[in-house]
């Protein structure tokens, strides 16, 4: 079967850097997602890693080390606009189903 | 156009009620998705369509029944349902092949009360 886990809340405050921290269990693996989700909103792609190391978009960043089945997103120069949920995801062995985390709350102050 | 559209955005529906949800998307898209997602939880994965053929169903009741009419088009028919299955459903689409990230684009989903 597949887990994920992530911290269900973290705060910070605006312009400062924060990471949020994902682990998994998988029985296979196809790289790791990062979904964002606005209250309200529809889920939105922010990143994908297939292989380890970082991968950068922006402000946002995501690492993956398989040999420790982890990985993170990390936002840099916090807008307010960054409180959301944010998700990790798999993709479950050579199919289409796609395993989320139970979401990581950010709370962004001024 | 990167754009999933979902109809209603609202739907407050009875137990004896049918009902059916839809979603559109023109992005050449051959794998489509239908999510069930509460408040304040993970998206939680129903049916999955590839190439207009039925390819996961998790286990879901039979009082949701989906459909995907052609490459552009995916349904949600809703029978019988119980207020545990109000919920903000999304609909998602995705590349088959030749994406190494899968990446899924969302609805903005139709918020289902069940009264």
């Known amino acids: 079967g597949q887990s994920l886990e992530q911290p269900s809340e973290v705060t910070a405050v605006e312009g400062a850097i924060v990471q949020i921290n994902c682990t998994y269990q998988t029985s296979g693996f196809y790289g790791l997602s990062w979904y964002q989700q606005h209250d309200g909103g529809a889920p939105t792609f922010l990143s994908y890693n297939g292989l380890d190391g970082l991968e950068e978009t922006g402000r946002f960043s995501s690492f993956l080390s398989r040999s420790d089945s982890y990985g993170y997103l990390l936002l840099q120069e916090l807008q307010m606009k960054d409180s959301a949920s944010y998700f990790c995801a798999v993709r479950d062995t050579g199919g289409f189903k796609t395993i989320f985390g139970a979401g990581t709350r950010l709370f962004v102050k001024a | 156009d990167t754009e999933v559209t979902q109809t209603p955005k609202h739907l407050v529906m009875g137990m004896t009620n049918k009902k059916s949800l839809k979603c559109e998307q023109h992005m050449g898209h051959r794998a489509m998705y239908w999510y069930k997602q509460k408040a304040k939880k993970p998206p939680e994965l129903m049916f999955v369509y590839s190439y207009e053929k039925l390819s996961i169903n998790e286990s879901v009741p039979s009082r949701f029944s989906p459909e995907c009419p052609n490459s552009s088009l995916l349904n949600l028919h809703l029978h019988a349902l119980q207020p545990e299955d109000s919920a903000l459903y999304l609909c998602?689409?995705?590349?088959?092949?030749?994406?190494?990230?899968?990446?899924?684009?969302f609805g903005p989903g139709t918020r289902l009360t069940v009264t």
């Open positions: 998602a689409s995705s590349q088959v092949r030749l994406a190494p990230s899968y990446e899924q684009y």
